[in-house]
C-alpha cells in the first residue's frame, strides 16, 4: 500500500497569513493527489483535485502543486473560515490511502 | 441535484454484522461509482471499497476477508456489509461518489459503534 505522510500536523498561522501544507507519497503517484477539507462534525470536503485542479466553488486562495511523491497545498491569505482539517487522497493505485491530515488554526 | 445519505443500525455488537445502505439521488449507480470512507472518532479517514459503475467490487486489503459492497440499481442503493465487527470498527462511515474529479460529493455519514 502507498503511505501518505502529511506535515505538519498541527499548524497555527495568522489571518491573512500565507499557508504551506504537505503531503509526501511513498512511491510516484502521477499527480493523482486530492485535497480535501473536513470542518467539525461535516463530511469531508473536495478542494482540490489531481494535484491542481481547483474543484467548483472553491475560493482562488487555494492552490496545489507537486509531482512524483511531493505535494503541496497552499492557502494564500488565511481566512477565519479556513479552520479545518485538511486531508490528502492518492487515487492512483489500490487501495486509495488518505494522509494523516493537517489540523489548521487561527492564532 | 446529487445526494448520497447513510443509513444503518448505530450500535452493533461485538462478533456481528454490520450493515448499512447508502441511498442516492441524483445520478445513475450505472454510471458513477460508489466508494465507503470511514473514519474513528477523532482520528483520520479510510477507504473501505468501491462497487462500479459496471458492477465489480475494490475492497481495502485489511477488510477484505470481511467486507462485501453490492447494490440495487433499481432502488439507486448501495450496501455495506462487514462481519466479524470488533470496537476498532468504531466509526463514521460516509459513503461518497467517485468519478474523474474525485469525491466531490459526500454523504452526511452514519456513526456505527460497536459495543456489548
Known amino acids: 500500500d502507498i503511505q501518505m505522510t502529511q506535515s505538519p500536523s498541527f499548524l497555527s498561522a495568522s489571518v491573512g497569513e500565507r499557508v504551506t501544507l504537505s503531503c509526501k507519497a511513498s512511491?510516484?503517484?502521477?499527480?493523482?493527489l486530492d485535497w480535501y477539507q473536513q470542518k467539525l462534525g461535516e463530511a469531508p470536503k473536495l478542494l482540490i483535485y489531481?494535484?491542481?485542479n481547483l474543484h467548483t466553488g472553491i475560493p482562488s486562495r487555494f492552490s496545489g502543486s507537486g509531482s512524483g511523491t511531493d505535494y503541496t497545498l497552499t492557502i494564500s491569505s488565511l481566512q477565519p473560515e479556513d479552520v479545518a482539517t485538511y486531508f490528502c487522497?492518492?487515487?492512483?493505485?489500490?487501495?486509495?490511502?488518505f494522509g494523516s491530515g493537517t489540523k489548521l488554526e487561527i492564532k | 441535484q446529487v445526494q448520497l445519505k447513510e443509513s444503518g443500525p448505530g450500535l452493533v455488537q461485538p462478533s456481528q454484522t454490520l450493515s448499512l445502505t447508502c441511498t442516492v439521488s441524483?445520478?445513475?449507480?450505472?454510471?458513477?461509482?460508489v466508494h465507503w470512507v470511514r473514519q474513528p472518532p477523532g482520528k483520520g479517514l479510510e477507504w473501505v471499497g468501491a462497487?462500479?459503475?459496471?458492477?465489480?467490487?475494490d475492497y481495502n486489503s485489511a477488510l477484505k476477508s470481511r467486507l462485501s459492497i453490492s447494490r440495487d440499481t433499481s432502488k439507486s442503493q448501495v450496501f455495506l456489509k462487514m462481519n466479524s465487527l470488533q470496537t476498532e470498527d468504531t466509526a463514521i462511515y460516509f459513503c461518497?461518489?467517485?468519478?474523474?474529479?474525485?469525491?466531490?460529493?459526500w454523504g452526511q455519514g452514519t456513526l456505527v459503534t460497536v459495543s456489548s
Open positions: 487522497l492518492q487515487r492512483n493505485s489500490w487501495p486509495l490511502t
Open positions: 462497487i462500479w459503475s459496471g458492477g465489480s467490487t
Open positions: 441524483g445520478f445513475s449507480l450505472t454510471s458513477n461509482s
Open positions: 512511491q510516484n503517484i502521477n499527480k493523482y
Open positions: 461518497t461518489r467517485g468519478g474523474h474529479t474525485a469525491f466531490a460529493y
Open positions: 489531481n494535484t491542481n
